[in-house]
């Protein structure tokens, strides 16, 4: 059974410099604070593949893994899915940056996900796990987005 998780989040900071720097995926351990680091893979103008690699969990075991993403500058959207074993069965993700009034920004992702059969945690749980998970690192998004965009007007940069 698919599972359909939507979290969003407004950052007070102008849609160019949000879509800017959420698409920066060199920057993603800065920026998101789950990944220790990133690897490009491939990329072909707007789609790419990349490893992530999370910091050691509490046991000492780091967990890696590969996304596909196809991005679409014009409407600020992408589509993402994960590739490979994990817990998950499958996970597609959906995000968009919308413009509030030149000065704030709508980011919102869409996931879609579903355990597989083997896994000893339900959809429930993850669901659970991933929605607390998602809503923290755009909090953290949000954040440090925002330091940029401060920065930028104290320096006389705009957004």
């Given at each position: ?92 993700v959906r ?7 030149g ?22 749980a993850?669901?659970s796990?991933?929605?607390f ?27």
């Amino acid at each position: 059974m698919a599972v359909h998780i939507t979290n969003e989040v407004l950052i007070g900071a102008p849609v160019d410099l949000t879509w800017r720097l959420a698409n920066d995926i060199g920057h993603w351990p800065d920026l998101f604070g789950e990944y220790a680091s990133v690897r490009l893979l491939h990329r072909d103008g707007a789609a790419s593949r990349f490893q992530l690699t999370a910091p050691p969990d509490a046991r000492g075991r780091v967990l890696t893994w590969i996304l596909e993403q196809l991005s679409d500058p014009a409407r600020r959207t992408v589509h993402a899915r994960r590739i490979g074993p994990g817990p998950l069965e499958q996970l597609s993700v959906r995000w968009s940056c919308a413009g509030i009034g030149g000065v704030a920004t709508r980011l919102c992702w869409i996931q879609d996900f579903a355990t597989r059969p083997d896994t000893p945690i339900d959809d429930a749980a993850m669901m659970s796990h991933l929605d607390f998970g998602s809503s923290t690192r755009l909090d953290l998004l949000r954040r440090r987005i925002e330091s940029v965009a401060r920065a930028q007007r104290l320096a006389g940069g705009g957004g």
